[in-house]
Every structure is written in C-alpha cells, then in structure tokens.
C-alpha cells in the first residue's frame, strides 16, 4: 500500500468515510440541493397560509416517488399539520433531528426530495 493510500484508509477509520459536499448536506437536512422538488423554510412552515400552499402539490409529489424531510426540531404545532397532510396524501416523510436540522427562520423546515438528482431550478 503507497502512503497515500494508507494515510486515507487510516483517515476513513478514525473519521469515517468521506462525505460529498457536507455543507450542502447540512443546509438540506442531508440531502443535496440538485435532489430538492420543493423547499419550505422554518419561517414559512409557521405560516397557515402556506399549508393551503403545498397540499394541492403532494399529490404530484406522490406521484413521482418523492419523500418529504421534515425538520424534527421545531414544534409540534407547527409540523403536526404537514405530518397529518403528508400522511393523508401517502408521501412518506422523516423527522429529522440530527445536527443538519437548523432552527433558524431561513433554514430548511420542510422539504421534497428524490433519490436521485432532479435539478429543478426553483424550489422556493
């Protein structure tokens, strides 16, 4: 094995494997920008008026196998009704609460995702 290569095996056992764009990755709950259909800040997700939003949109969602991450730090009140929307429209959906779920008004509170990259260019 060159040093290289046995400087890298040794990194990926201490620090684990490397990660593609981690900042990217904690700005979407995990998931990357080139995957998101839709995004919902903390801000907006408070607002009533943007559930009346997004529920006409779930269904298209559904339809192409997207899932939702919602952000598992905020509060009940505020993610109960995406929860019971998701639910009703057969979106499948995960609370995230780890260290990429940010509690700022501009982070992401809700968002649509694929497993695989779709490039839309406006998700807001």
């Known amino acids: 094995m060159s040093d290289d290569n046995m400087q ?3 990194n990926s ?3 684990g494997p490397p990660q593609t764009k981690p ?17 919902v800040t903390n ?9 009346a ?6 269904k298209d969602f559904h ?6 991450l919602l952000n598992g730090k905020l509060d009940n009140a505020i993610t109960g009704p995406y929860m019971k929307m998701l639910t009703d429209a057969n979106v499948p959906f995960t609370l995230v609460a780890n260290e990429t779920a940010q509690t700022a008004e501009k982070a992401a ?16």
């Open 8 to 10: 890298e095996h040794l």
């Open 53 to 58: 939003q997004v529920q006409p949109l779930l």
């Open 43 to 51: 801000q907006a997700l408070a607002d009533p008026k943007r559930q």
């Open 23 to 39: 900042d990217e990755r904690r700005a979407y709950m995990g998931s990357l920008r080139e995957r998101v259909a839709l995004q």
């Open 109 to 124: 509170g809700l968002l649509i995702v694929a497993d695989t990259a779709i490039n839309q260019s406006n998700v807001d």
């Open 63 to 68: 339809a192409h196998g997207y899932k939702a």
């Open 13 to 15: 056992a201490i620090y």
